[in-house]
């Protein structure tokens, strides 16, 4: 598996953890805690708009052996409350890593359907997973921007299509965002992005987000953002926007950023030296990046993965390179770049790809 995917898992089990450190500790009674009624015939109403063709949810009923929803597949308590705050109807698909910048998304046993707006009764909901099911093209409902106290959404490749809504802006307890892979997402201006000030995970690789002109702009406004992947999003940047960088503050928290499969060009470097402090991978493959690597003003000392295969870079190989001593994953193919890496450098990876080199 490669280190993004890696990164994405461990992003699921300590957000999954953090939620479940919410529901807390059973205590000398709370054997007698049951689901709230009313939120118990929310999830019913909510089952209700779903298709289950593989019985994910048969443990969701009205019989008596089946009340209460706290013991309901995918639904999780407050053993102190009864209140829901976990909703994981994960799908069962999963990302199929090929090489270092290849990923397939595989698996087809899902549920179907639409949402319903009941989930709007569940007040205490903070963690909601319906990634790798089939919505068949349908929009993110806007009620999902309703669910306030949310801090963790996943709708990756769940087939969404159509606006991202602008009230997801309106989560401001969220840390973890993942629209990806829902290929038919388009956004515009990306405003609402800036508004999530606890983010630390977003995924919205595979949207189009041709229009969205100020993406690095929003972006660059949270502070905690610790991971951003906007892979096949059709990005550019504007050619002033370079004018601007001096202005930003360049998401000193960032330490993952996927920006695969765009439409970038060298008018990126100035910004993403600037990150470079923190920064551990940096995918950057199949854009629009020509001509030679300029030097980095400073040291990438964090850095261990680096792609920028398929570009149309050409010259020398930027001596700054030598200096990455972490970095345990280069990738340069499909290039005309020139030069020698000296051999100790090249013993300090454990996974190295390097074509196009005389």
Same mark, same amino acid.
Not at 245 to 261: A, D, I, K, V
Not at 273 to 278: E, G, T
């Given at each position: 598996?490669?280190?993004?995917?890696?990164?994405?898992?461990?992003?699921?089990?300590?957000?999954?953890?953090?939620?479940?450190?919410?529901?807390?500790?059973?205590?000398?009674?709370?054997?007698?805690?049951?689901?709230?009624?009313?939120?118990?015939?929310?999830?019913?109403?909510?089952?209700?708009?779903?298709?289950?063709?593989?019985?994910?949810?048969?443990?969701?009923? +009205?019989?008596?052996?089946?009340?209460?929803?706290?013991?309901?597949?995918?639904?999780?308590?407050?053993?102190? =409350?009864?209140?829901?705050?976990?909703?994981?109807?994960?799908? =069962?698909?999963?990302?199929?890593?090929?090489?270092?910048?290849?990923?397939?998304?595989?698996?087809?046993?899902?549920?179907?359907?639409?949402?319903?707006?009941?989930?709007?009764?569940?007040?205490?909901?903070?963690?909601?997973?319906?990634?790798?099911?089939?919505?068949?093209?349908?929009?993110?409902?806007?009620?999902?921007?309703?669910? /306030?106290?949310?801090?963790?959404? %996943?709708?990756?490749?769940? /087939?969404?299509?159509?606006?991202?809504?602008?009230?997801?802006?309106?989560?401001?307890?969220?840390? *973890?965002?993942?629209?990806? *892979?829902?290929?038919?997402?388009?956004?515009?201006?990306?405003?609402?992005?800036?508004?999530?000030?606890?983010?630390? *995970?977003?995924?919205?690789?595979?949207?189009?987000?041709?229009?969205?002109?100020?993406?690095?702009?929003?972006?660059?406004?949270?502070? /905690?953002?610790?991971?951003?992947?906007?892979?096949?999003?059709?990005?550019?940047?504007?050619?002033?926007?370079?004018?601007?960088?001096?202005?930003?503050?360049?998401?000193?928290?960032?330490?993952?950023?996927?920006?695969?499969?765009?439409?970038?060009?060298?008018?990126?470097?100035?910004?993403?030296?600037?990150?470079?402090?923190?920064?551990?991978?940096?995918?950057?493959?199949?854009?629009?990046?020509?001509?030679?690597?300029?030097?980095?003003?400073?040291?990438?000392?964090?850095?261990? =993965?680096?792609?920028? +295969? %398929?570009?149309?870079?050409?010259?020398?190989?930027?001596?700054?390179?030598?200096?990455?001593?972490?970095?345990?994953?280069?990738?340069?193919?499909?290039?005309?770049?020139?030069?020698?890496?000296?051999?100790?450098?090249?013993?300090?990876?454990?996974?190295?790809?390097?074509?196009?080199?005389?």
């Amino acid at each position: 598996m490669s280190s993004k995917w890696f990164i994405l898992f461990q992003y699921r089990v300590l957000f999954s953890a953090i939620i479940l450190l919410h529901l807390e500790p059973k205590t000398a009674d709370s054997s007698s805690i049951r689901c709230i009624e009313e939120e118990r015939k929310a999830l019913l109403k909510f089952k209700q708009g779903l298709v289950d063709e593989f019985g994910f949810l048969s443990s969701w009923g +009205s019989e008596g052996e089946k009340k209460d929803c706290c013991n309901w597949r995918g639904v999780r308590c407050s053993n102190q =409350t009864g209140h829901v705050k976990v909703l994981d109807l994960h799908g =069962t698909g999963r990302v199929k890593v090929l090489d270092i910048q290849t990923r397939v998304m595989s698996g087809n046993a899902s549920l179907r359907g639409t949402l319903n707006p009941a989930l709007l009764k569940l007040h205490y909901l903070r963690h909601l997973d319906l990634s790798f099911n089939n919505f068949s093209g349908s929009q993110i409902p806007m009620f999902i921007g309703s669910l /306030s106290k949310l801090e963790y959404l %996943d709708l990756f490749a769940a /087939s969404f299509s159509g606006p991202i809504p602008p009230l997801l802006g309106n989560l401001s307890r969220l840390q *973890y965002l993942s629209l990806g *892979y829902n290929k038919l997402l388009r956004a515009g201006n990306l405003d609402w992005i800036s508004q999530l000030f606890s983010l630390r *995970y977003l995924d919205l690789s595979s949207c189009n987000l041709s229009k969205s002109t100020d993406w690095l702009q929003e972006v660059d406004k949270i502070p /905690s953002l610790k991971t951003l992947y906007l892979e096949q999003c059709d990005l550019q940047l504007q050619p002033t926007i370079h004018r601007s960088f001096s202005h930003l503050n360049s998401s000193p928290s960032l330490e993952t950023l996927g920006l695969s499969y765009n439409n970038l060009t060298a008018s990126i470097y100035p910004w993403l030296f600037n990150v470079s402090s923190n920064i551990v991978e940096i995918y950057l493959d199949s854009n629009h990046l020509k001509g030679s690597i300029p030097d980095a003003p400073g040291p990438m000392i964090s850095l261990r =993965t680096l792609t920028l +295969s %398929d570009n149309e870079l050409d010259g020398e190989i930027p001596k700054f390179f030598q200096n990455m001593f972490k970095l345990e994953g280069l990738s340069l193919r499909g290039n005309s770049l020139e030069g020698v890496i000296s051999e100790h450098f090249f013993s300090n990876f454990s996974y190295l790809k390097v074509t196009g080199l005389s």
